[in-house]
Nanobody, 124 residues
Framework: QVQLAESGGASVQSGGSLRLSCVVS?????????MSWFRQAPGEEREGVAA???????TYAESVKGRFTISRDSAKNTLNLQMSGLKPEDTAMYYC?????????????????WGQGTQVTVSA
């Protein structure tokens, strides 16, 4: 069983930066797995933002490429999302997700484990 707990959300001005963290407890049986960040704005579908495979491969949504960086701190069992150049359209609840058999990294239904989310609000 895996448990995920996000933190780091806040209200910032456009152009600002934030670092989200997701503490991971437990282990996935499949040694090959994917951990990702999703976000969901009110009235919108949950969308994938960034994914990190257990072999180090990263995938980013076009809307965040060059501004967001996903990384893992194995010593602290955390998944991080460094966000810079924030825009009002980045405003959303951000979720950490983990999956063991993920074919489409930005398809929410492929993930087995989810955190409760952390709110990011970017004002103009």
């Amino acid at each position: 069983q895996v448990q995920l707990a996000e933190s780091g959300g806040a209200s910032v001005q456009s152009g600002g930066s934030l670092r989200l963290s997701c503490v991971v407890s437990g282990y996935m049986r499949n040694r090959y797995n994917v951990m990702s960040w999703f976000r969901q704005a009110p009235g919108e579908e949950r969308e994938g933002v960034a994914a990190l495979d257990s072999d180090g491969r990263t995938t980013y949504a076009e809307s965040v490429k060059g501004r967001f960086t996903i990384s893992r701190d194995s010593a602290k069992n955390t998944l991080n999302l460094q966000m810079s150049g924030l825009k009002p359209e980045d405003t959303a609840m951000y979720y950490c997700a983990a999956g063991e058999y993920v074919a489409d990294r930005f398809l929410a239904s492929e993930y087995n484990y989810w955190g409760q989310g952390t709110q990011v609000t970017v004002s103009a």
